[in-house]
């Protein structure tokens, strides 16, 4: 698996699909729309939640096979993530990850999300390297040496079990790269007025 780096967004298959969806509460997806609100939360804290359709003890930790043997490969920087699924995922699977949601956000232009993310999180302060990319559900899959060699930066950051398939999840990352090793809670960014390309979907 190759990936592509173009203007500074590493996709894990390029082009990006030509639009994602999101679950989420009605207020949220409004101020999404109005405002951009977003907030990126670390990979540890989807390890730690309890819902069962969001949580995942394994979040992040990849783990592939070799000649039967485990080989598990982790991140050592933080990794925050948005996350969204393939737009013609089925609505009802994606409301029902959280009893909250009632809403699903519809993003037309995943590239220029993805860039306008990056660049509000740099003007913030942050550094934060966005890669991007279809989760595979191939968690355990047996490999070669030269498949496991071969494989990209932070590929365990899209890796999941095969339970989660339904989800169908297109995940937008970023790697926190500083000296320091910045980690927070969560990254609250406003974007700014995204109606251009995301709206809410009517049903």
């Known amino acids: 698996m190759n990936t592509v780096v173009v203007d500074g967004i590493e996709y894990f298959e390029y082009p ?5 969806v999101k679950a989420m509460e009605n207020g949220w997806a409004t101020k999404l ?10 990979l540890s804290y989807y390890r730690a939640i309890e819902l069962p359709e969001i949580g995942d003890v394994n979040e992040g930790n990849g783990q592939w096979h070799m000649e039967g043997n485990p080989m598990e490969i982790g991140s050592v920087n933080e990794v925050y993530v948005w996350c969204g699924a393939l737009s ?22 995943v590239s220029l999300f993805t860039k306008r993310i990056a660049q509000t999180a740099r003007d913030a302060g942050w550094q934060l390297a966005p890669h991007i990319g279809q989760v595979r559900y191939d968690r355990g899959r047996e490999v070669t040496k030269e498949q496991l060699q071969a494989l990209p930066w932070q590929s365990n950051v899209f890796q999941k079990s095969s339970q989660f398939a339904h989800q169908r999840e297109y995940r937008l990352a970023f790697t926190e790269i500083s000296l320091v090793g910045r980690k927070e809670e969560y990254v609250d960014l406003s974007l700014g007025d995204c109606s251009e390309f995301i709206s809410i979907e009517r049903t």
Do not use: A, C, F, Q
């Not at 994606?94 to 519809?106: A, E, F, Q």
């Open 88 to 109: 013609d995922t089925d609505r009802k699977t994606l409301l029902g990850l959280d009893g909250k949601y009632d809403t699903v956000g519809h993003i037309s232009d």
């Open 16 to 20: 990006p699909p030509s639009s994602i």
């Open 33 to 42: 729309v109005e405002e951009g609100n977003i907030r990126l939360r670390p």
